[in-house]
């Protein structure tokens, strides 16, 4: 993006933070409320920190909010301060601006409508849900090299989903000499696991089979593991979900039945903040460009 803008940056994780830092070392000036505690953006040319909520938004035309933007429906998220915002008060001082955030509720939409506010929900933009799966995998692969007691080489995984993630997770593992088996229900799925060169199951199938898996991953937001599958899985094997709330594996059963379960949200926020935040800030110029080639 050539023409240099205004932004105000508003709470937000680490992910923020490093997305702050390169707008502004791009030329950017960029307001911020509810960053006080990033002591890394202090001091930084082109980064303006705000005593309130109103300096910070009055002068810019586009708002950038927190990934995910609420964790209770009330306030927005803010890990780098003590400041509490409430959504209804930035949906107020927002009137007529344009608010970029992520995993945006239908709520918080109702309360735009009153206010003429122009949301945008990062987290449905195609290119970003595609860039993340990387560092979503990459986190996976991660937690499973850290959390066996076998080398990933050989080790037979299963994942269950082929979507996005599923896609690029399988590839990396086969990359890494694993037996990598993909679960979907799809016809065209199951076609596509095989062309990929994977082995392949149909998710409605699974049982008896989960026996043979070291390692089982699950990328779909429904309930796969259940406690009548979760029966058939091998104490020894290792439990990711990468699936959000409610996830995909039972985790009251698991739990019960000692199996090793861990639920990685999340991820491209924790594992690769600087190149999640390098994601996010392209798919901002996107935006940017859409929405003042529309104006024109």
């Known amino acids: 993006m050539s023409e240099k803008k205004s932004f105000a940056v508003i709470g937000g994780d680490l ?11 791009e030329g950017n000036l960029v307001y911020t409320y509810g960053l006080e505690k990033a002591e890394e953006l202090k001091g930084v040319d082109n980064i303006i920190f705000c005593d309130k909520l109103t300096e910070a938004i009055k002068p810019v035309e586009v708002v950038i909010g927190p990934i995910p933007f609420s964790s209770n429906g009330k306030e927005i998220n803010t890990p780098f301060s003590d400041q509490k915002i409430s959504i209804r008060e930035l949906m107020h001082i927002l009137n007529a601006k344009i608010l970029i955030a992520g995993t945006i509720t239908p709520e918080v939409y109702d ?28 986190g996976a692969i991660e937690i499973a090299i850290s959390n066996t007691n076998k080398i990933i080489h050989g080790s037979k995984v299963l994942v ?14 086969a990359g890494l000499s694993a037996i990598v088996t993909c679960a979907a229900r799809k016809d065209e799925d199951i076609a596509w696991i095989k062309a990929y060169g994977h082995k392949s199951t149909n998710i409605n199938t699974l049982g008896e089979n989960l026996a043979d898996f070291d390692i089982i991953i699950n990328t779909v937001p429904h309930m796969i593991l259940n406690e009548e599958r979760l029966t058939y899985v ?18 009251k059963v698991a739990k019960e039945k000692e199996l090793k379960l861990i639920w990685a949200l ?3 926020g924790k594992v690769a903040p600087i190149t999640t935040a390098e994601f996010i800030k392209d ?14």
Do not use: Q
């Open 15 to 25: 992910r923020m933070i490093k997305l702050t830092k390169m707008l502004a070392k």
């Open 111 to 138: 309360l735009a409508n009153d206010e003429y506010i122009e949301i945008i929900d990062i987290m449905k933009r195609e290119e970003l849900a595609v860039l993340n799966t990387i560092s979503t995998a990459e």
């Open 160 to 173: 269950l989903g082929f979507g996005r993630i599923g896609k690029v997770l399988a590839r990396k593992l």
């Open 234 to 251: 091998k104490p020894e094997c290792l439990l990711i979900d990468l699936a959000s709330n409610p996830g995909g594996i039972d985790k």
């Open 266 to 268: 999340a991820l491209p």
């Open 283 to 296: 798919t901002i110029y996107n935006i940017m460009k859409e929405i003042y080639k529309e104006s024109r």
